[in-house]
C-alpha cells in the first residue's frame, strides 16, 4: 500500500493544472466521493497494526499535495484579457460556406439537362437484384456483373447497394408511361481498392428519354447541347462505340480538351479527347422487361461520373480529396 501512495503522491507532485477546471478535476479524482482518497482510507482498515503510523502519514501527505495543488486555483475567477490592440479596426469578416464540388458539379448537369425538359428523377441506394441488373439486360451469371464489383447485403444477397444510377431507369420505366425525359442525379456504391481514381462511394448522373421515333441522331444532339453548355459553346464531342448490356448500340463520348500543355497530355493519355460519359439506344429487352412495347417506343440512355468531372474542373488530382473535406481545399473551390 505505501508503494501505491506513493506513487500517487508522484502523479499529484506532477500534476500542473491550467485553469480552474483541470484543478477540479484533479480534486475530484483524489477527494471526491468516488476518488482515490476514499479508497485508501478503506483499505487502511485492512493495514497491519505497526505500519498504521506510518500509512497513516502518508496518507496525509497525499491530501494536503492534493489540496496544495488545487488551492491556487479555489477562488479563481475566470480572468478576462483585454488586448490593447486598435478597437477601431474593422473585425475580421466570417468566411463564407460554399457548396462542395460535387453537389456544385451535380447542380449544374443537372441545371443543363433541366433547361432542355429533362425531369429529376430518384430512386434507392439500397436495390435488388432485378432493378440493379437483372431488368437492365444482366443476366444472371452473365459476366458484364463483374465490370460492377457490388456490396451485396450480407443478410439478403439478393439485395446490393446500387453500382450505378441506371436502376432509376428501370423504376422509372415501370411506373410511368412515355414520353419519360427524366435526370437521376445520385450515389453510387462499388466493392473497389480506394486509390487516386477511385473509391467504393462516388456519384453519378443518369438520363433516360423515352418516347415514339427517338433516333440516335437525337441523343448525339442531346448530348452535344450538354457539352456545349457545360466545356463551353465550341465544344466538339465524339462518340466512340462501346459496350453496356443495356443500351444497343453503345457508345462512349469524348470531348475535344486540347493538347496544349504537359497536363492536356496527361490528362488525356496524349490524344486531346477526354472521356465524358456512356451513352446509348436503350436496348429493346430493357423496354420489354419494363413493360414498354419496343415496337412503339425507343429511346436514349447516358450516365456519367460526377466526381471525374469535378476532378476535371477543378484540377483535382486525387479522388479522396473530394471526401476529406479538409478546408484548405473546400474553400478554394
Ligand atoms: N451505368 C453505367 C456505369 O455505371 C453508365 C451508363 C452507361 C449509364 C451507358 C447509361 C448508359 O445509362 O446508357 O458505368
Not at 460556406?97 to 425538359?117: A, C, K, N, W, Y
Not at 428523377?121 to 437483372?134: L, Q, R, S
Request: charged share 25%.
Amino acid at each position: 500500500m505505501q508503494a501505491k501512495i506513493q506513487e500517487y503522491l508522484h502523479e499529484v507532485a506532477s500534476a500542473a493544472p491550467l485553469n480552474a477546471q483541470e484543478a477540479e478535476a484533479l480534486r475530484l479524482r483524489f477527494l471526491g466521493r468516488k476518488g482515490v482518497m476514499n479508497d485508501l482510507f478503506a483499505d487502511f482498515k485492512t493495514v497491519a497494526p505497526d505500519a498504521r503510523k506510518e500509512v497513516g502519514q502518508l496518507l496525509n501527505q497525499l491530501k494536503t499535495a492534493v489540496e496544495a495543488k488545487v488551492s491556487e486555483f479555489a477562488n479563481a475567477k475566470p480572468k478576462v484579457s483585454i488586448h490593447a490592440e486598435d478597437v477601431t479596426r474593422p473585425a475580421w469578416g466570417n468566411l463564407p460556406g460554399t457548396h462542395h464540388p460535387v453537389s456544385q458539379v451535380r447542380d449544374e448537369l443537372v441545371d443543363i439537362f433541366r433547361r432542355m425538359g429533362f425531369a429529376v428523377a430518384e430512386g434507392p441506394e439500397m436495390e435488388d437484384d432485378w432493378h440493379n441488373f437483372t431488368a437492365l439486360n444482366f443476366p444472371p451469371e452473365h459476366p458484364a456483373r463483374d465490370m460492377q464489383d457490388t456490396f451485396f447485403l450480407a443478410r439478403n444477397p439478393d439485395w446490393a447497394l446500387r453500382t450505378h444510377t441506371s436502376n432509376v431507369q428501370v423504376r422509372t420505366m415501370e411506373t410511368r408511361k412515355p414520353p419519360i425525359r427524366i435526370i437521376a442525379p445520385g450515389r453510387v456504391f462499388r466493392n473497389e481498392a480506394i486509390s487516386s481514381r477511385s473509391h467504393c462511394m462516388f456519384h453519378q448522373v443518369e438520363g433516360l428519354y423515352i418516347d415514339r421515333n427517338v433516333s440516335f441522331a437525337d441523343m448525339k444532339q442531346t448530348l452535344l447541347e450538354f457539352a456545349q453548355a457545360f466545356f463551353g459553346p465550341h465544344t466538339a464531342i465524339r462518340l466512340r462505340p462501346s459496350y453496356f448490356p443495356f443500351t444497343e448500340p453503345s457508345a462512349e463520348m469524348d470531348i475535344w480538351w486540347g493538347l496544349e500543355t504537359e497536363t492536356d497530355y496527361r490528362m488525356t493519355k496524349g490524344t486531346g479527347w477526354l472521356e465524358i460519359l456512356g451513352c446509348g439506344m436503350v436496348d429493346p429487352a430493357v423496354l420489354e422487361s419494363c413493360g414498354i412495347n419496343p415496337e412503339e417506343y425507343s429511346g436514349f440512355a447516358f450516365g456519367l461520373g460526377v466526381e471525374r468531372i469535378a476532378m476535371q474542373r477543378f484540377a483535382i488530382p486525387d479522388i479522396r480529396a473530394l471526401f476529406e473535406n479538409d478546408l484548405r481545399l473546400l474553400r478554394n473551390l
